[in-house]
């Protein structure tokens, strides 16, 4: 009797054993597998503005490149979504997660770009709808388009105010209750959190945004959006800096976190969110559209050192040597100008 309760503890104690080294295997198995899965985050391309002198031979549009190297150093791909496409669902059926960048397109005199990203937000609320987990990103201009959305009523000219945030302001951003329980700010690290509080390391370089009290006041916005963090301008009129969607894993930040190598925490939180998206995603893709990294410097009037500018297609108008050049000399001027 004594024997075959030993041998019962004994093989017991040995399925259990092998249970813990199987279940270890397996954590083991799929995080080789997430390693090797290739998430990819659609990123849609600015607009070039018109009344530049070199604007045709520049392409079509453009996007600053620490955007991108942002997401390449976190083993993300990018999907580059030209904003006047008219398949949108083409790149959206091949993406994990959109981004929206930062840039000098206006909605309200381009909005052929802001359309283009109020139907991928719709799309990207339509699929966490349906179940699946997109997140979506906005960044300075980014963020803007998103306000304007969420309100609902394409006010591209009314919904933001004017702030005095422009050429690399820098600052601190004040947290909110709503934000200290937000999934943002306690997905990130306490070194990030206490750099963005504390220190004036938030890097600013917008004209427009919105205060908390319009924020606030506005039914649709308010109840879409909560407010993470405010900021103050030079003058001490107080923006809306961070926002995160209530049921939706939506961010948008009026800053630069792309910037900064101090902020990569957002990023890391981003990639994150990201994949949580485990929809199974169509990867046959066109071909690549014509691209050149040019030092952009004088173009973005000193905003950006790099930028990726995009030829959506080919024409005899394109010439990237003369943007290159149009960049570097300091002569791209106003066309009533030349």
Request: glycine fraction near 6%.
């Amino acid at each position: 009797m004594k024997k075959n309760v030993r041998r019962n503890r004994n093989t017991r104690r040995k399925l259990k054993a092998h249970n813990k080294k199987t279940k270890v295997k397996r954590k083991l198995k799929s995080k080789k597998i997430e390693k090797k899965k290739k998430f990819i985050i659609g990123i849609i391309t600015v607009p070039l503005t018109p009344d530049k002198k070199y604007f045709k031979v520049c392409g079509d549009s453009y996007i600053s490149s620490e955007h991108l190297t942002w997401m390449k150093k976190n083993n993300i791909e990018t999907l580059i979504i030209p904003h006047n496409t008219d398949n949108l669902e083409y790149y959206f059926n091949r993406i994990h997660g959109l981004y929206l960048p930062s840039g000098g397109a206006f909605a309200g005199t381009q909005k052929e770009f802001y359309l283009a990203c109020k139907k991928l937000v719709l799309m990207a609320i339509k699929a966490n709808d349906n179940g699946y987990y997109f997140p979506v990103w906005g960044c300075c201009m980014g963020f803007q388009q998103m306000l304007i959305i969420a309100d609902g009523k394409d006010d591209l000219d009314g919904l933001l105010g004017k702030f005095d945030s422009f050429n690399n302001f820098f600052t601190n951003i004040k947290v909110t209750p709503d934000g200290a329980r937000s999934r943002i700010m306690n997905g990130i690290d306490k070194k990030t959190y206490e750099n963005i509080t504390k220190k004036k390391s938030t890097l600013n370089n917008h004209m427009l945004g919105i205060s908390p009290k319009k924020f606030n006041k506005n039914y649709l916005l308010s109840q879409f959006y909560k407010i993470v963090g405010t900021s103050k301008d030079r003058k001490g009129k107080e923006f809306v800096a961070i926002i995160e969607s209530h049921h939706y894993p939506f961010y948008g930040v009026q800053w630069h976190p792309e910037r900064n190598g101090e902020m990569k925490a957002l990023i890391k939180f981003f990639v994150k969110e990201v994949k949580k998206n485990r929809k199974m995603i169509n990867r046959k893709r066109k071909g690549p559209m014509y691209t050149k990294k040019i030092n952009c410097t004088n173009y973005s009037e000193g905003l950006y050192k790099k930028c990726n500018f995009y030829w959506h297609q080919k024409t005899s108008q394109h010439n990237r040597k003369l943007c290159s050049y149009a960049q570097l000399k300091n002569v791209d001027t106003q066309v009533n100008g030349v």
